[in-house]
C-alpha cells in the first residue's frame, strides 16, 4: 500500500488543510455592530432583515460540516487530480485518479477505478514523496472497507487526521494539539480584534443569488495583516431564499521558525434528493517546513452521481 511516514511536519500540514474545509463559529461572540453591511443589506435591514439573527444563523449553522460527513455515509463517484510544481512552477509530479464509494449496511467501500501516478509522487519503494499527496489519499481515498461514518485510520495518526476533518469543517473553531497555531484560527473570539467582517448580497457564479458573509484579516497603512490573524479571508455563501450555506473560500497563511504556508480552499456543495453533499473541492497550497524541501501542490475533486439512500 502507497504510504509514508506520518511525521510532525505531516500533522501540521494536515491539521491546516482540514481547517480550510470546516466552518462552524461555536462559542463566538461577534457582535453585530461590527458587521459593515453593502446598500443592498442596509436596504433589507430597513424592510425587516435583522442582521443579529442572520449573524447567529452563521455561528449556529452546521450544514456544512453535515455535507461533509456524507462523505462517509453515501455511495458517489469521485474524480481527482493533484500536481506538485517546483520553484519555477512547471508540475514535476501528479495523481489523476477516478474512484468510486459503495456503501452497505454498516460499511462504505472506496474502489480506485483508474490511478496514473507521474513524475516523482513516488520514491523507489512506493511510498508517497509529498505531504500533500498522502493527506489527498487519507482523507478522500480509504480504500479498504470502513465502518459508515468512522475512519479506518487508528492511533495517533487517526487522532490527527480526525483533528484535521474537524477543523477542515469548522474554521473559526479552536481545535486541542494543533501545533503553534493554537487559537489563533477563532476568527470569531479571541481573534476578533484582528478582524473585519461584511455582509452583502451577490450571484454565486453569476446565477444563484446569496447573502455574502466574509470575514478578513485587518491590514495596517503598509498591507500587511497582524501575525496573529491566520485566516487571512473566509467567505461563505448562503442561498438568499434558504439561508442554506452553499459554498465556502478560504485563504490562510502563516510563518514561523518551524514552518510557512499560504493556503487557499474553494469548496461548493449542492442538493441531493434533498440531502446537501459536496461537488467540488479545490486545493491550492505552498509550504516551507523547517530542513524540509519546500512543496507546492494544488489538486481539484468533482463529486458527482450520489446515491442517496435512507
Same mark, same amino acid.
Given at each position: 500500500m502507497?504510504?509514508?511516514?506520518?511525521?510532525?511536519?505531516?500533522?501540521?500540514?494536515?491539521?491546516?488543510?482540514?481547517?480550510?474545509?470546516?466552518?462552524?463559529?461555536?462559542?463566538?461572540?461577534?457582535? =453585530? %455592530?461590527?458587521?459593515?453591511?453593502d446598500?443592498?443589506?442596509?436596504?433589507?435591514?430597513?424592510?425587516?432583515?435583522?442582521v443579529?439573527?442572520?449573524?447567529?444563523l452563521?455561528?449556529?449553522?452546521?450544514?456544512?460540516?453535515?455535507?461533509?460527513?456524507?462523505?462517509?455515509?453515501?455511495a458517489?463517484?469521485?474524480?481527482?487530480?493533484?500536481?506538485?510544481y517546483?520553484?519555477?512552477?512547471?508540475?514535476?509530479?501528479?495523481?489523476?485518479?477516478?474512484?468510486?464509494?459503495?456503501?452497505?449496511?454498516?460499511?462504505?467501500?472506496m474502489?480506485?477505478?483508474?490511478?496514473?501516478?507521474?513524475?516523482?509522487?513516488?520514491?523507489?519503494?512506493?511510498?508517497?514523496?509529498?505531504?500533500?499527496?498522502?493527506?489527498?489519499?487519507?482523507?478522500?481515498? %480509504?480504500?479498504t472497507?470502513?465502518?459508515?461514518?468512522?475512519?479506518?485510520?487508528?492511533?495517533?495518526?487517526?487522532?490527527?487526521? %480526525?483533528?484535521?476533518?474537524?477543523?477542515?469543517?469548522?474554521?473559526?473553531?479552536?481545535?486541542?494539539?494543533?501545533?503553534?497555531?493554537?487559537?489563533?484560527?477563532?476568527v470569531?473570539?479571541?481573534?476578533?480584534?484582528?478582524?473585519?467582517?461584511?455582509l452583502?448580497?451577490a450571484?454565486?457564479?453569476?446565477?444563484?443569488?446569496?447573502?455574502?458573509?466574509?470575514?478578513?484579516?485587518?491590514?495596517?497603512? =503598509?498591507?500587511?495583516?497582524?501575525?496573529?490573524?491566520?485566516?487571512?479571508?473566509?467567505?461563505?455563501?448562503?442561498?438568499?431564499?434558504?439561508?442554506?450555506?452553499?459554498?465556502?473560500?478560504?485563504?490562510?497563511?502563516?510563518?514561523?521558525?518551524?514552518?510557512?504556508?499560504?493556503?487557499?480552499?474553494?469548496?461548493?456543495?449542492?442538493?441531493?434528493?434533498?440531502?446537501?453533499?459536496? =461537488?467540488?473541492?479545490?486545493?491550492?497550497?505552498?509550504?516551507?517546513?523547517?530542513?524540509?524541501?519546500?512543496?507546492?501542490?494544488?489538486?481539484?475533486?468533482?463529486?458527482?452521481?450520489?446515491?442517496?439512500?435512507?
Open positions: 502507497v504510504g509514508v511516514k506520518f511525521t510532525t511536519c505531516h500533522k501540521c500540514f494536515a491539521i491546516v488543510l482540514l481547517v480550510l474545509c470546516c466552518a462552524g463559529f461555536k462559542n463566538t461572540q461577534a457582535q =453585530t %455592530e461590527h458587521v459593515t453591511l446598500t443592498a443589506m442596509i436596504i433589507a435591514q430597513r424592510q425587516g432583515f435583522v443579529a439573527d442572520f449573524i447567529a452563521v455561528k449556529a449553522d452546521t450544514s456544512f460540516y453535515q455535507s461533509f460527513k456524507n462523505l462517509h455515509r453515501y458517489y463517484q469521485v474524480n481527482g487530480n493533484l500536481n506538485v517546483d520553484k519555477t512552477e512547471n508540475v514535476i509530479a501528479g495523481i489523476a485518479r477516478k474512484a468510486h464509494q459503495t456503501t452497505g449496511t454498516t460499511h462504505r467501500v474502489v480506485i477505478d483508474e490511478d496514473k501516478f507521474s513524475g516523482s509522487i513516488l520514491d523507489k519503494k512506493g511510498n508517497y514523496n509529498y505531504y500533500t499527496a498522502q493527506l489527498f489519499n487519507d482523507i478522500f481515498f %480509504e480504500n472497507p470502513v465502518k459508515l461514518i468512522e475512519s479506518k485510520t487508528a492511533g495517533k495518526r487517526n487522532k490527527h487526521i %480526525e483533528q484535521l476533518k474537524t477543523l477542515l469543517f469548522s474554521p473559526g473553531t479552536s481545535v486541542k494539539g494543533v501545533p503553534l497555531v493554537g487559537n489563533k484560527l477563532q470569531f473570539d479571541t481573534q476578533q480584534k484582528y478582524y473585519d467582517y461584511f452583502n448580497t450571484k454565486y457564479n453569476d446565477s444563484l443569488v446569496c447573502y455574502v458573509f466574509t470575514c478578513t484579516a485587518k491590514t495596517n497603512a =503598509t498591507g500587511q495583516s497582524n501575525g496573529n490573524a491566520i485566516i487571512k479571508n473566509l467567505v461563505t455563501y448562503f442561498d438568499k431564499k434558504t439561508f442554506q450555506v452553499i459554498a465556502r473560500k478560504y485563504e490562510m497563511q502563516y510563518a514561523s521558525v518551524a514552518f510557512d504556508f499560504d493556503v487557499t480552499m474553494d469548496i461548493k456543495i449542492s442538493p441531493v434528493n434533498g440531502v446537501f453533499v459536496p =461537488t467540488y473541492i479545490s486545493y491550492m497550497g505552498n509550504w516551507d517546513v523547517a530542513f524540509k524541501k519546500e512543496e507546492k501542490a494544488d489538486f481539484q475533486l468533482k463529486f458527482f452521481n450520489w446515491i442517496i439512500r435512507p
